[in-house]
């Protein structure tokens, strides 16, 4: 087999989704390395580490006194700081804090004279954080690594020179230079130079994407061979990278419903299981002494002493978070933007997907297919007309008759400019008024149309001016590449019972097209904004009455979405292509504005909830055996404090699970 086409060494295997795993395995930084560096970072716990251990050796020959002194000092180097941080955490009011379970847990072994014991809690405590340090450390990585998306710099052409500045200075409009192997520090499109790109960072995509003369280009992306000239359309606070960063960092900080719940239970669970350590460690003795009973104070101070140190409910604290984390982590290596990890908890209920049409399924750039004049009116002037109403409109429509005028539109003949979402504009053109959209919005106006329509599949764009149509342009658009394809797997993926849906604001032939050809049976057409959400509304309302209904998804990409992806129980936007309004409202992001990436983030999330669940069972089952096996004194100090550690490392490996792309 040939490498693939990220140059990573691996074999093309014809699937995108296995090259990008091949181009993640190869590129990722080397594990031995990053252990190594880890360990330099964290240079003074490990020499704590091997202090404590090195008196605790020592001590092990020793007479009482000196093994005494040297268990203190192994004491002293390894638990000093847990001490102090469990005294500042209960000066503040945080009583119940893990740490301070475990410091009197070691405490209460060296008044019993458990030295050894004492000891292993706070070391085994330490090596669980540290492992919990790199865990985390790890799933991290994938989202900062947004951060070098952004150059700090660029090459600016100013008065005739070409200086680099800062990116932050450069202005919308400004042209900037993108030499080979430099990152495009802004969007824009490229005025001159023929190139390819590396979108990897963006989409996700390992193949390169070549680039010619009006090419729209993202910031972040490297250009990786010829030099560009790129006209700035967005400035550097709205560029992708900078939008991307800002979701992903967003993303951090939203929490989901289970980790939420998590904190408020463990602020409760804390302070019962110290009530029950103390039931253990002081009731039952006095009970034993009412009775005329040998109370054996030390056993059961011993005992309740090891049902503090693991009653520590750290394996789910952590786990929970990591396994979000890791997805999160894991979803931005596969141009996937999720904003919060709730997200992964309404994913697995998805049986209903509702999808816009144009620049979701389609392409989103129409060209002209017929000009259609009335009679007194030339083609010519239809399309510099419609070119005109249209030049101030960032629908996918107007972009399509602009780029077929291909004239300079001059602004001032035109006055009063309004546009009405869905439908088109109106304006005064040369002092008349005129007007340009689809038949609703004609016959809003009053504008008579022909009985029959021209013989054309696509959008067609009516022109009227001082009250008389001028006659019609029609525009088509066509699929994106494998979303037939895509669609039927994600289908299979979401079972026999789901429905595609697809919502329009096209006219219902061009619709019924797209639909027959993209495999949806259902579509509404001819929708304005307040319609598909209607529509949508209708799909969540048919599972009304059950406690967990199937979640309906919107797909969208355009400013008139945005209503429509905030109300869906999931939103998703396409993120290239994709207007702000709709990234700001979506609750996922597709980087490569392709649907076929729903199928990956599917997968992510049921494979996040199967894997948080088995924490959840490792957690609270293991704990909850051996917490009984210590209350009846059949495990002791050491080995309740090396179970608890246990499960807290199998636990963290699990859900570091959550970092490999499932199998589609």
Known sequence: MNPCSCRCGCANTNDPDAERRHHRRATSPNRTADRLAFLAENRTACVRLAVCAAFFLAALPCTETIKALLFLAAFLVVGSDILLDALSSLAKGNVFTEKLLMTLSAIGAFLLREYPEGIAVLFLFRIGEMMEEYAVQRSRKSISALLELRPDTAIVRRNGREQRVPAHSIHVGETILAEPGERIALDGVVLSGSSTLDVSMLTGESAPVA?????????????????????????????????????????????????????????????????????????????????????????????????????????????????????????????????????????????????????????????????FPVSGCSESELLEKAACLESHSTHPIAAGILRHCNKPVNAARMARLEEYGGSGVTAILDGKPAAAGNARLMKKLGIALPADPPPARGSLVYVAEAGRLLGSICLQDTLKPGIRESLAALRRKLGPDSRFVLLSGDNPTETAAIAAEAGIERFEASLLPADKLSALSHLQNRHPSTRQRPAVAFVGDGINDAPVLAHADIGIAMGALGSDAAMEAADIVLMDDHPRNIETILGLARQCRRILRQCVFMAIGGKGACLILVALGKVGLFGAVFSDVGILVLCILNALRCQKIPQK
């Open 211 to 371: 680039v010619e003369p009006d090419s729209v280009v993202s910031g972040g992306c490297i250009n990786l061979t010829g030099l560009l000239s790129i006209r700035v359309t967005r400035g550097f606070s709205d560029s992708t990278a900078s939008r991307i960063i800002a979701l992903a960092q967003d993303a951090i900080e939203r929490k989901s419903k289970s980790e939420t719940t998590l904190s408020k239970w463990a602020r409760i669970y804390t302070p019962f299981v110290c009530l029950i350590a103390l039931a253990i460690g002081l009731v039952l003795p006095l009970l034993l002494l009412c009775f005329g009973k040998d109370p054996a104070w030390g056993i059961w101070t011993y005992r309740s002493l090891a049902f503090l140190a693991v009653s520590c409910p750290c394996a789910l604290v952590i786990s929970i978070p990591l396994c979000f984390f890791c997805s999160i982590g894991t979803a931005s290596d596969c141009g996937i933007l999720v904003k919060g990890s709730g997200i992964f908890e309404r994913l697995p209920f998805l049986k209903t997907i509702a999808f816009d049409k144009t620049g979701t399924l389609t392409k989103g750039r129409l060209s002209v297919a017929g000009i």
